[in-house]
């Protein structure tokens, strides 16, 4: 294969990537980011993009250093119980329970109900919804498509729309995100807040769920060993991702000045429809709703294909189009529960499961160093698993929250796991079980070879 034509085929698959991970959360979150940062916005991106940038990159590099095809494989050393269980979990986040939802309600919520009355809004997202996941099913019912819809097609139409509003924004911006007011969680604790924001994106569980989807579409475009493979898929995670966090920094920055002419958003899809009426007026009502509709669809699309294939895979009795029908229908119910719904119940699902799936993405990547020994998978597991059960507990909705008996053990955590009120207590706890793991490995190791000789 020759050096342009290899290039070629890796910006094809950066475009993948790019279109299958940049959807409905990767609009509105950096945007609120950035009207809640205000002027440490550049602090907040910081963080924000470590966890909604680098560690996606990671966890592809992951998957190619392990040549896993997804989540399974990549956790099968801890358990195959384990590994199904966090297999279905992440699929069903990124699912019918909430990000794939999402991909509908954000449109919808920033797009369409602006322009109906409020008595019609239900009835509205109930004829969106469906007609968007309509569209979503027909699109993924073969998945040789996936790949050229998403590259080729979709993709550059987004980006048009999107640098169209970047261009006028950075021409006239409202204010100096300097001068930016900010709300008082990222008054200290900019970096920190900014990370754990970067959790909504979801693109790090993504990244692990598209894996199986991704080394398909390489090997369809002729890259066949196993190292080309890998260095392919960190090439085009590169270029991808790469992508998607320059546009982040953009976002961001159109937030923290947006703040000199509105006020703070709800869910940041408000906001985003502001700015775009700022700038294009009613034009830009339309703009934002295309340009939101057609990325969300790239997204949904990427979700449910990956959905299907994994759990196909797992469950061969049941077909492809069968699991991609289930996902679309049970989606489409959801979606009608509401985007602030979505959130509010999404955000203590995400502090269980990012823990987990970073120190997952960091075991396969150090692998090669202990040998894949499940030893150290699952002393690392144990040990971030329990501060994350904290984190999702003191993540919860407040109709739960507030009660006598989830305040008694918040209290407990707060007095015993370093940094839980930072939401960074599983770090420790990680390190310290990768530290343990990787002793007990070369203990056993050094036992083996002395008995040996």
């Known amino acids: 294969m020759n050096k342009s034509n290899s ?11 790019f279109g ?12 609120h980011l950035g009207q809640l940062a205000g002027k440490n916005w550049l602090s907040a991106s910081s963080g924000f993009l470590i966890s909604s940038s680098l560690l996606p990159l990671m966890a592809l590099i992951a998957i190619s250093i392990t040549h896993s095809h997804g989540i399974f494989e990549l956790a099968k050393p ?25 991909t509908a309600t954000v449109p919808y919520t920033i797009g369409i109900a602006p322009l109906l009355p409020n008595n019609m809004d239900k009835i509205g997202l109930l004829i969106f919804s469906a007609i968007f996941f309509g569209i979503v099913f027909f699109l993924s019912a073969t998945e040789a498509k996936v790949t050229d819809l998403i590259g080729k097609i979709l993709n550059p139409i987004f980006l048009l729309l999107l640098f169209l509003i970047f ?26 807040n900014g990370f754990l924001e970067g959790y909504n994106t979801m693109d790090c569980l993504a990244a692990l769920a598209f ?50 002419d509105f006020k703070l958003s709800s869910n940041g899809g408000t906001a985003l429809a502001q700015i775009s009426h700022y700038y294009l007026g009613t034009v830009g009502d339309a703009l934002i709703a295309a340009l939101t509709t057609i990325t969300c669809i790239t997204t949904a699309m990427g979700l449910v294909v990956a959905f299907a294939q994994d759990f196909h895979k797992r469950f061969p009795k049941i077909s492809y189009k069968t699991f991609l029908a289930i996902n679309c229908l049970l989606s489409f119910i959801i979606a009608n529960m509401g985007l602030d719904m979505i959130i509010s119940w999404s955000t203590p ?3 269980l499961l990012y823990p987990l799936a970073i120190s997952l993405v960091i075991l396969g990547i150090l692998s090669p160093i202990f040998k894949n020994d499940p030893v150290v998978y699952k002393i690392t597991t144990a040990l971030t698993l329990i501060p994350a059960l904290f984190d999702m507990i003191n993540a919860l909705p407040d109709v739960l929250h507030s009660t006598s008996i989830i305040q008694n053990i918040l209290s407990y955590a707060q007095r015993y796991l370093p940094m839980f ?23 056993k190791r050094a036992s083996f070879t002395a008995v040996e000789d």
Do not use: C, Q
């Not at 299958?20 to 945007?31: C, E, H, K, R, S």
């Not at 894996?211 to 369809?220: D, L, Q, S």
């Not at 009120?421 to 079980?433: A, E, H, K, R, Y």
């Open 7 to 17: 290039f070629r085929k890796t910006i094809i698959i950066a475009s993948l990537i």
């Open 20 to 31: 299958m991970l940049f959807g409905a959360g990767n609009l509105i979150f950096p945007v």
């Open 78 to 102: 801890i358990s195959k119980k384990y590994a199904l269980v966090f297999l279905i979990l992440i699929h069903a986040t990124l699912g019918p329970l909430f990000a794939t939802p999402r």
């Open 167 to 192: 261009f006028l924004a950075f021409l006239n911006p409202m204010g100096a995100a300097k001068d930016a007011p900010l709300t008082a969680a990222y008054t200290n604790n900019a970096f920190t």
């Open 211 to 260: 894996g199986i989807t991704v080394i398909t579409a390489i090997r369809n475009l002729g890259f066949k060993n196993e190292k080309e493979v890998a260095i392919t898929t960190i090439k085009s995670g590169l270029f991808g991702i790469l992508g998607i966090a320059i546009i982040y920094i953009g976002l961001i920055w159109l937030g923290a000045t947006s703040l000199h």
């Open 349 to 351: 699902v995400l502090m």
């Open 421 to 443: 009120d930072l939401g960074f207590s599983w770090v420790t706890f990680s390190l310290g079980g990768l530290f343990i793991g990787i002793i007990i490995h070369f203990a």
